[in-house]
């Protein structure tokens, strides 16, 4: 059994920036990939960034320069560094793992960007 628990979300103005954290916990592989998705209303499930167990990352084009993601092997912990946030970039921010063929999924927490 996996569990994942986000935190970090919140309100905050444009410009502004805020930390998620993702933990895990129960049968975690030492090889796998942990992600960052976001949903806003209305629209699909997006990839915002991802990062393999060896520490290589990539992100969307939309991100890249402002959200830096992170892990910590040790604490089964990946993080987002959200810098220069836009409105645009309010949702529901999802962690996931993926690991041996299986995807497992966080509650969500939201971010809210105000112009």
């Known amino acids: 059994q996996v569990q994942l628990v986000e935190s970090g979300g919140g309100l905050v103005q444009a410009g502004g920036s805020l930390r998620l954290s993702c933990a895990a916990s129960?049968?975690?592989?030492?090889?796998?990939?942990m992600a960052w998705y976001r949903q806003a209303p209305g629209k699909r499930r997006e990839l915002v960034a991802r990062?393999?167990?060896?520490?290589?990352?990539d992100y969307a084009n939309s991100v890249k320069g402002r959200f830096t993601i992170s892990r910590d092997n040790a604490k089964k912990t990946v993080y987002l560094q959200m810098n220069s946030l836009k409105p645009e970039d309010t949702a529901v921010y999802y962690c996931?793992?993926?690991?041996?063929?299986?995807?497992?999924w966080g509650q969500g927490t939201q971010v809210t960007v105000s112009s």
């Open positions: 990062i393999t167990s060896t520490g290589s990352a």
């Open positions: 129960g049968s975690i592989f030492s090889v796998n990939t």
């Open positions: 996931l793992l993926s690991q041996q063929y299986r995807n497992y």
